[in-house]
């Protein structure tokens, strides 16, 4: 059984930064694709950030390039999410993803592609 446990959220200023965490439990994810995705109030699970833990890929949507960055540390199976020059419209709650194998194209950025999901980890960002 396959857990993801996000933390690291909480309420910064306009121009903060905050490191998000997913701690992956239950399988050797060294195949799987994952995924970073948010969902503001009233709105639909927008798509941030994914790569293969196998390093094949890595990629942002347009709206936080340059300023977020996915890593991870292989000995604790664990993605993290660094958030730089945080903004108030990147207030939302932060979900973890995990795919069973690397995805290809659009499905990477596709919630419905990514089999495992965290219970979220909230951010708010104000002005």
């Known amino acids: 059984q396959v857990q993801l446990v996000e933390s690291g959220g909480g309420s910064v200023q306009a121009g903060g930064s905050l490191r998000l965490s997913c701690a992956a439990s239950g399988r050797t994810f060294t195949r799987y694709g994952m995924g970073w995705f948010r969902q503001a109030p009233g709105k639909e699970r927008e798509f941030v950030a994914a790569?293969?833990?196998?390093?094949?890929?890595?990629t942002y949507s347009d709206s936080v390039k340059g300023r977020f960055t996915i890593s991870r540390d292989n000995a604790k199976n664990t993605v993290y999410l660094q958030m730089n020059s945080l903004k108030p419209e990147d207030t939302a709650a932060y979900y973890c993803?995990?795919?069973?194998?690397?995805?290809?194209?659009?499905?990477?950025?596709?919630?419905?592609?990514?089999?495992?999901w965290g219970q979220g980890t909230q951010v708010t960002v104000s002005s």
């Open positions: 790569f293969s833990w196998n390093g094949r890929y890595t």
């Open positions: 993803a995990a795919a069973p194998s690397p995805l290809y194209g659009s499905n990477r950025y596709a919630p419905y592609a990514y089999d495992y």
